[in-house]
């Protein structure tokens, strides 16, 4: 009976020692004496050491960051970037078989992907079209990456450092910008009152009255400010006079 307490001992906590709890989000790549033997899911599982291993694998999405790096845009202007990369493995066994380091290798990958990409651009297009240049970055990595069974979700450039004499020249554009607007748009207005004073001018000149109403609404405006002196234009009595004959002439009888 003690031998056999003796040898129940220790198998009973190798078997203890042997289970192994995957959490939902992981899996577990199994090696036989170092062959593959299969791709274990979650929950409880037993690995007889030391002829099974076990490699643990996240199937989390993994938020990457990508190192500011100086860049040379096709229009020769040098900017620093940096930018954030999502990936998730999607095949467990290629990304420990195919790959030493997934998260090194991609991160690798990522910045001379985001060097090259963005040096085919220029300033004004990298700064208008960052959307797409983002998709074309993230294309290019997931092509390099699929052989290691992960997949790249979305690589967005977040942050682009300019020279202190670019950013200086921009301003001043985005101001002499907004002062060609500011001109055009005084112009314009211009151009659309002196239509109106000119339509004015006609409708006046077919109506002689329509001066003098206008002359004496002008006089009621200035009464209003409490002014003793009243001025009457030199054209008033000829004014009255032209509306005179024409209501003399109207009122004879045919």
């Given at each position: 009976m003690d031998w056999i307490s003796f040898l129940?001992?220790?198998?009973?906590?190798?078997?203890?020692?042997?289970?192994?709890?995957?959490?939902?989000?992981e899996r577990g790549v199994v090696f036989l004496l170092g062959r593959f033997a299969g791709v274990r899911g979650p929950g409880l599982t037993v690995i007889f050491v030391p002829i099974q291993q076990m490699v643990r694998v996240s199937l989390r999405t993994v938020t990457m960051q990508i190192p500011s790096q100086k860049i040379i845009t096709r229009d020769n202007v040098s900017i620093d970037i940096a930018a954030v990369a999502y990936y998730h493995i999607t095949d467990p066994e290629r990304a420990v078989i195919a790959i030493e380091n997934v998260y090194n290798a991609i991160n690798q990958i990522s910045q001379t992907t985001v060097r090259n990409v963005v040096g085919r651009f220029s300033l004004d297009q990298l700064l208008s079209d960052t959307s797409s240049i983002n998709d074309q970055i993230k294309n290019v990595i997931d092509l390099h990456t699929e052989p290691w069974g992960t997949q790249v979700t979305a690589v967005e450039i977040k942050d682009i450092i300019l020279p202190d004499n670019m950013q200086r020249a921009m301003a001043r554009e985005a101001e002499a910008e907004r002062e060609r607007?500011?001109?055009?748009?005084?112009?314009?207005?211009?151009?659309?009152?002196?239509?109106k004073l000119g339509e004015a001018a006609d409708i006046i000149t077919q109506h002689p009255v329509a001066l003098q109403l206008r002359t004496l609404q002008t006089m009621a405006e200035i009464s209003v400010?409490?002014?003793?002196?009243?001025?009457?234009?030199?054209q008033f009595m000829t004014t009255v006079q032209?509306?005179?004959?024409?209501?003399?002439?109207?009122?004879?009888?045919?």
């Open positions: 129940a001992i220790p198998i009973i906590l190798y078997v203890l020692v042997s289970f192994r709890v995957l959490k939902q989000y607007r500011a001109k055009i748009v005084a112009a314009e207005g211009e151009y659309q009152a002196a239509v400010e409490k002014n003793s002196t009243i001025i009457f234009p030199a032209e509306a005179v004959a024409m209501l003399s002439k109207d009122a004879a009888p045919k």
